[in-house]
């Protein structure tokens, strides 16, 4: 077999994808070129789309024997990154994201990283810029920038128990991820729901097992922020699923569930809903509001706390925006507001 044929022995590389054939493409139009000449093979995992994910004809024919695509029946982020581990064969495999974009470069600096990163290093993630849609930046505040998934740390280290890590963008050790039960698939997106959490599990597993998470600023990815995740709503919704995956990482044992956290949610759903409608959005009340709102239905399964009035849309319990209501107090019923 010539050299030219024999696929890289160290690094995987892996995109799940659901809905979004255009960011694949774009994708696939960076990514290959740099995985091509270092021979490091390409798992695409389709996560149920429709119609299904088809890469152009040009990309079979020029990179067939690096490119391998596997459809799924049913949409699920952990399900599909469960799906690329197991037809990952190397040591590595590095996860990229079907809305993020590599910075030139990063095959090669990704393919060094995993060579020179100490054993007991389980996962690195690197940095993640934001791609607008538009060539000036919005005015965007700290915890919405958060929910984008934005990532801009400096250095080469061991991030000890203080993890910021996004498997979207990543290499992980393949035994130590099968080792820690893969990715849990009662968190992480499901077809349109923002539940996440799967991510913040699964490092929290890999540090209890004495594994170490890294952070490396020499692999970076542009994250493309689609207009709709500029939207009021959008935030208000991730906002409203991170307070339920958090609650749903306590039931999996990740931390403790002191009982001032769901106090402290019941307070703010109270007191904010009463002034967030007067209050400028920079302040980011309602995003509070909203996380507030996903703790208490992931803890009591209440299934709407309602209190946002103002701004496109609210945020109901299955994650869909709805007319905004007043909350009015835990026995009373919620009427529509204007």
């Not at 935030?235 to 307070?243: Q, T």
Request: glycine share 8%; aromatic share 8%.
């Amino acid at each position: 077999m010539s050299p030219s044929t024999v696929l890289n022995p160290l690094l995987t590389v892996a995109v799940c994808t659901h809905n979004r054939p255009h960011l694949l493409d774009q994708l696939l139009s960076v990514l290959l070129p740099q995985l091509a000449p270092l021979r490091i093979r390409l798992v695409v995992v389709d996560s149920a789309s429709y119609p299904p994910a088809v890469p152009r004809a040009e990309y079979a024919a020029r990179y067939g024997d690096l490119l391998t695509l596997v459809r799924l029946d049913a949409a699920g982020i952990s399900r599909a990154r469960n799906t690329a581990l197991h037809e990952c064969r190397t040591p590595w495999i590095g996860y990229i994201d079907d809305d993020e974009l590599p910075s030139p470069g990063w095959a090669q600096k990704a393919l060094q990283l995993v060579e020179r990163l100490p054993t007991a290093c389980a996962a690195c993630s690197g940095n993640v810029a934001p791609k607008w849609p538009g060539a000036t930046p919005p005015a965007v505040g700290q915890r919405w920038l958060a929910y984008l998934s934005m990532l801009n740390r400096q250095g080469e280290f061991d991030q000890k128990r203080k993890t910021r890590f996004g498997i979207g963008h990543s290499v992980i050790r393949r035994d130590a991820l099968l080792a820690a039960g893969e990715f849990d698939t009662s968190l992480g997106r499901h077809g349109t729901s923002l539940l996440s959490g799967e991510e913040s599990h699964l490092v929290e597993v890999l540090l209890r097992c004495g594994w170490q998470i890294w952070h490396s600023d020499t692999i970076q990815v542009d994250h493309i922020v689609e207009p709709e995740r500029l939207e009021r709503s959008w935030a208000r919704e991730r906002a409203y699923w991170e307070g339920i995956s958090i609650t749903r990482r306590a039931q999996l044992g990740d931390f403790a569930w002191p009982w001032w956290i769901v106090a402290s949610a019941y307070l703010k759903v109270a007191l904010l809903s009463m002034i967030v409608s007067y209050v400028n959005e920079r302040t980011e009340l309602d995003l509070v509001l909203a996380y507030a709102q996903g703790v208490l239905h992931g803890h009591t399964g209440i299934p709407r706390i309602p209190g946002i009035r103002r701004g496109p849309a609210a945020i109901s319990s299955d994650g869909v925006a709805k007319p905004a209501t007043m909350y009015r107090g835990p026995h009373s019923t919620p009427s529509s507001s204007g």
